[in-house]
């Protein structure tokens, strides 16, 4: 058909003419009708012929289409992803999962917000192909991937330890403290480093959430330890006053990227991991050297 002669198509191919006309023969005898008809002009396309060519073009090109999908699903550049995501990083997950779908503009992906517990039973259960959760104990239905990254001391408008250029424990005995709750990791530290310097602290507040401790410290309320990502983004508000500066002794803020162990991964989520992992390699180094200075 698109050669236009039998004699032009055996050429194309490769092949005797004669075993060209055989093959149409059997495709003819197959079929039940007859595909080209010899005139006086040359081998003419029946009706018939010129219809089942058209199935023949879709079916080519769905499979040329297979063939890609084939392609992209082995380079975990297509499918859907279930990605379930810790509150304190709820503000730098969809910047990463935004750079990773403009770079594999086919993948579907939800987003979903939930408390780290919660995330690390959806991934565990395969509800989640993947969870950014605060670092868990070791647990045999999770695969965990873990990052340390250095916490602030947040400083409210005003504050007489702004001229320094670190914070001690010693610095906040006495001075109004936010803290995130009693067992939440950073306070547990910081707790800790009290009793080990035989410093007290003068808890006034309590909350959930990074953000909400600072934007408490924002206020005036008191000073709290603040993990780099919500230092970060919080800074870019044109009403934050905050002062950060490094905290010594160091306290970390742990988090982790979790798979499930008993689940069947997609390439696609590891493609993803790979990106995320990159991500939070680059946050590390650059927040071990950022002072936030004002």
Request: contains cysteine; hydrophobic residues 40%; aromatic residues 8%.
């Amino acid at each position: 058909m698109s050669s236009g002669s039998i004699s032009k198509a055996a050429r194309r191919l490769g092949l005797t003419q004669p075993a060209v006309s055989s093959a149409i023969a059997n495709l003819e005898s197959d079929m039940g009708f007859m595909l080209f008809k010899r005139n006086h002009y040359g081998t003419e396309m029946t009706i018939e012929a010129k219809t089942f060519s058209e199935g023949v073009e879709r079916a080519l090109k769905a499979l040329s289409n297979l063939e890609e999908l084939a392609e992209n699903l082995k380079n975990g550049r297509v499918g859907k992803l279930q990605i379930g995501c810790m509150p304190g990083l709820a503000t730098l997950a969809p910047r990463i999962v935004a750079g990773f779908m403009r770079n594999n503009p086919d993948v579907k992906l939800s987003l979903q917000t939930f408390p780290s517990r919660k995330v690390e039973e959806w991934v565990a259960g395969g509800h989640f192909d993947l969870g950014i959760v605060e670092k868990p104990q070791a647990k045999n239905e999770l695969e965990i991937f873990p990052y340390s990254f250095r916490m602030f001391c947040a400083l409210p408008p005003g504050s007489p330890l702004a001229d320094k250029k670190e914070i001690t424990i010693e610095d906040l005995e006495g001075r109004p403290i936010i803290t995130l709750g009693d067992a939440h990791q950073s306070t547990m530290q910081l707790r800790s480093l009290a009793y080990k310097h035989n410093c007290s602290l003068n808890v006034v507040a309590e909350t959930q959430l990074f953000p909400s401790a600072m934007a408490l410290v924002n206020e005036g309320v008191g000073y709290a330890l603040i993990d780099p990502v919500t230092a970060m983004e919080y800074g870019k508000r044109n009403d934050n006053t905050v002062v950060l500066r490094p905290f010594t002794p160091q306290v970390e803020f742990e988090v982790a990227i979790i798979l499930p162990k008993f689940h069947l991964v997609s390439r696609l989520c590891h493609q993803f991991q790979t990106a995320l992992k990159e991500e939070f390699d680059q946050m590390a180094t650059s927040f071990s050297t950022e002072r936030f200075e004002r």
